[in-house]
């Protein structure tokens, strides 16, 4: 189980909580395993010389009886309380672990993989690692530390009888690593037909619209039936596989049995054995049946895991090609240069943009124009660094921009994407997303440059208005205007606009572009648009064609 080794220094970080949980195990045990040679005294106490009546002795071995079942109890609980709580706090650990590399990831490892398949790994994925991080290692512990004191009692017993009886345990073991293989497979295939549930109830739910206006309800129940139908068919295989190890472990309960009556019957009769020490040794197997029984299902929580933490580990592996490397704090004038820049997706071997180069200085505009497909998003994306050219450098205020601290550079940049989208959240938190503690004085005034606060006083809860899941309860045009106040309310020294106005009639879209050469008159502004009446603010011009990228002053 080699992908499980990657936790190997979460339990050492939480060793001090292990070891005492493991020292629970063994005083738990040692009580439930003490006790039970009482049993054997208190029947032979009363079956010596037919004597069935009130004993004294009798009393004092119940009384330690219940005294170690209580001493049981207490440490089983703080047993749990332990390695339980350990690992909580190790999957609290590994789920923000996840979550900060899902954040770290760039744009090209998004677009590898499904949003219901990430959601899977964090959630799925590490509930099955936690099971093995908790009551995996708990059972596992108790199982060994309670056969070996078992062991030790039955031995002191009776050596000859302790070998006839454990005899079957290797056959249970070989049982168990055989059938483990087969879950382990069935448990990895199962895993990726559940992300594949998931994945395809983001998509319905997300395209809900489409769905509807197409009236396609039925069609998407109909493939949601048949993904179900598969996971269904995937668990119940693994469920029939498990069941074999349930069914191994009575037979050989069963076979333990068997051998206690024939072997402890016969030195019962030879004289050998008193019918208390046959009495303990039932008790003492019948103490090690539910930790056997146990044995399948941790084998199964651990092969799950395994799968999981493999499915983990795939992502955590990952390295984004996007890597900051200076981490000091100073200012961005706004001085742009595109350096025979290229770029090529590397899902798709699509050529955006070849051999680009221009300049513009701080407090500039430049209007970027031309066809679909001609590489004006990109040219955004690759400003943001987003992504990182293929060829070429881009350099701001003279530096290249793979030198710069991402996140301080990212801070003087206001993006509207192509996309407007929002949190499932009030529009105030939408605007006020872009800086810490925004005051409700500045979100309404970059509401009001983004000419939105008017549409937004109109409604009831005005700025505490739930926008609904990627603003669903919005126009497209409101979408879009508090997204560009999103990206305002920064004082940003660099503005790309990509193609974010097209949802807006002409004279909103000049109202905006006036209120920001006013409040923002000394940054540079990128203006990705279709429109003549946009590119014709702008100081430069760049249009883009499918082949040649050209710049008009």
Request: hydrophobic share 45%; glycine share 6%; net charge positive.
């Amino acid at each position: 189980m080699k992908a499980l080794k990657t936790l190997n220094p979460y339990f050492w970080k939480h060793k001090i909580l292990l070891f005492w949980g493991v020292l629970f195990i063994i005083t738990s045990n040692f009580f439930n395993i003490y006790k039970v040679q009482f049993v054997g005294k208190s029947v032979d106490e009363l079956t010596k010389n037919g004597n069935l009546g009130f004993n004294h002795q009798v009393l004092i071995y119940v009384a330690i009886i219940v005294g170690c079942s209580l001493l049981t109890g207490f440490f089983t609980f703080m047993m749990r309380q332990t390695i339980i709580v350990a690992s909580r706090r190790i999957e609290y650990e590994l789920k923000n672990k996840i979550y900060r590399h899902y954040q770290n990831l760039s744009l090209t490892d998004y677009k590898q993989t499904t949003i219901g398949d990430l959601m899977n790994r964090l959630s799925e994925d590490v509930v099955a690692v936690r099971m093995y991080l908790g009551p995996g290692v708990m059972y596992v512990a108790n199982l060994i530390v309670l056969v070996v004191i078992t062991a030790i009692y039955m031995v002191k017993t009776d050596a000859s009888m302790t070998l006839w009886t454990l005899l079957p345990l290797p056959i249970l073991s070989y049982a168990i690593y055989k059938v483990s293989s087969i879950i382990n497979k069935k448990s990895k295939i199962m895993q990726k037909s559940q992300s594949a549930i998931s994945t395809f109830v983001q998509d319905s739910f997300s395209g809900i619209r489409v769905v509807k206006f197409f009236a396609k309800e039925n069609y998407i129940k109909k493939n949601y039936g048949v993904k179900v139908t598969d996971y269904q068919n995937k668990a119940l295989d693994l469920a029939k596989t498990e069941a074999y190890f349930f069914t191994i472990i009575i037979f050989v309960i069963g076979l333990l049995n068997v051998a206690i009556i024939w072997v402890g019957g016969q030195k019962y009769i030879n004289g050998q054995l008193s019918i208390g020490k046959i009495a303990d040794f039932f008790m003492y197997i019948n103490t090690l049946i539910f930790p056997f029984s146990m044995v399948g299902w941790v084998t199964s929580v651990n092969q799950r895991a395994e799968a999981s933490m493999q499915r983990i580990n795939e992502f955590m592996d990952k390295k984004s090609e996007i890597v900051n490397k200076n981490f000091d704090n100073y200012s961005i004038k706004g001085d742009i240069e595109f350096r025979n820049v290229s770029y090529v997706y590397p899902n798709t071997g699509i050529r955006a943009l070849d051999n680009l180069s221009f300049t513009l200085k701080a407090g500039e505009s430049l209007a970027i124009m031309g066809k679909t497909g001609s590489g004006k998003s990109t040219i955004a994306l690759l400003l943001c660094r987003l992504i990182d050219p293929t060829e070429g450098e881009i350099l701001i205020d003279g530096v290249n921009l793979k030198e710069h601290n991402l996140e301080n550079y990212r801070n003087f940049i206001g993006y509207i994407p192509q996309e407007s989208y929002l949190f499932s959240d009030s529009i105030e938190n939408n605007i006020g997303f872009a800086i810490d503690k925004p005051t409700h004085g500045k979100v309404v005034e970059y509401a009001t440059i983004a000419d939105v606060d008017k549409n937004i006083v109109e409604f009831k809860e005005q700025y505490n208005t739930m926008v609904g899941e990627r603003g669903v309860m919005l126009s497209g045009g409101q979408k879009q205007r508090i997204c560009i106040a999103r990206a305002l309310i920064k004082d940003p020294t660099i503005i790309i606009f990509d193609d974010s106005l097209s949802a807006l009639d002409t004279e909103t879209e000049q109202n905006i572009l006036e209120n920001i050469d006013r409040k923002i008159r000394n940054a540079t502004s990128i203006i990705i648009t279709h429109r003549e009446s946009s590119a014709q603010i702008a100081d430069k011009i760049l249009n883009l064609t499918e082949i040649t990228n050209s710049v008009t002053a």
